[in-house]
């Protein structure tokens, strides 16, 4: 199943809706194409990564390079939405220490604007 990304704009963060699987290849690829464009556009994400099946070796490092470009211009990614499978995955390779995670796409969009106040 390849990979399906919807954007849009809540609030001013972009939301980036994530269906499928998140693999080495083509979807790595599109995802990486995808945020890294939006991301010249606005710095601050959610990736809403509810409908995502799998990911792989290769789109665990995928989602570290984005977090990383983000980070390094400023901005930030956040996931919310984890599968359990997604979540489960994201613990045993302790990538929750790195990633702020949200379990609704609302809690992680309202908490850009908490970081500002602060």
Known sequence: ?????????????TVVNCDGRIVFG??????????KKLLGQ???????????????SGGLGTLVS?????HNS?????LSNLTQRVGDLL???????IFEVFDTEEQA??????????
């Open 66 to 70: 984005l977090y990383t470009t983000a």
């Open 74 to 78: 400023g901005g930030a990614i956040k």
């Open 91 to 97: 613990q045993v390779t302790k990538l929750l220490t």
């Open 1 to 13: 199943m390849q990979l399906k990304l919807t954007t849009r704009t809540v609030q001013g963060i």
């Open 26 to 35: 083509e979807e790595s690829a599109e995802l990486r194409d995808t945020v």
């Open 42 to 56: 606005n710095n601050q994400m959610v990736l809403n990564l509810g409908g995502v099946t799998y990911i792989d």
């Open 109 to 118: 969009i309202q908490s850009f604007s908490k970081g500002v106040a602060a």
